[in-house]
């Protein structure tokens, strides 16, 4: 099992921007890739980004592409998620998640309790 514990989220103006960071402890030799996903009040959890845990492999959905950059300190062992030009539509609350599958979009099996980042029009 892995332990992830979020941090970095707040209030911040459009077009502004913050970084994210997951903390991951346990049993990391057992970690495929790491996802930051997100879900704003009455709306379905959906996917941000993910990392694979050895090659450093980045993916995006296309909502953040070209405005977020997820990236990894192994020897920290954390994620980060660097968020920049936010915009309303990108206020939820941001969960860090793991997984030991191959497949980076689904199948995440841990998660942190979540980070509620804010941004004001």
């Known amino acids: 099992q892995v332990q992830l514990a979020e941090s970095g989220g707040g209030l911040v103006q459009a077009g502004g921007s913050l970084r994210l960071s997951c903390a991951v402890s346990?049993?990391?030799?057992?970690?495929?890739?790491m996802g930051w996903f997100r879900q704003a009040p009455g709306k379905e959890r959906e996917f941000v980004a993910a990392?694979?845990?050895?090659?450093?492999?980045?993916y995006y959905s296309d909502s953040v592409k070209g405005r977020f950059t997820i990236s990894r300190d192994n020897a920290k062992n954390t994620v980060y998620l660097q968020m920049n030009s936010l915009k309303p539509e990108d206020t939820a609350v941001y969960y860090c998640?793991?997984?030991?599958?191959?497949?980076?979009?689904?199948?995440?099996?841990?998660w942190g309790r979540g980070t509620q980042v804010t941004v004001s029009s």
């Open positions: 998640a793991s997984t030991a599958g191959s497949n980076y979009y689904r199948g995440y099996t841990d």
């Open positions: 990392i694979r845990w050895s090659a450093g492999s980045t």
């Open positions: 346990g049993r990391t030799f057992s970690l495929s890739a």
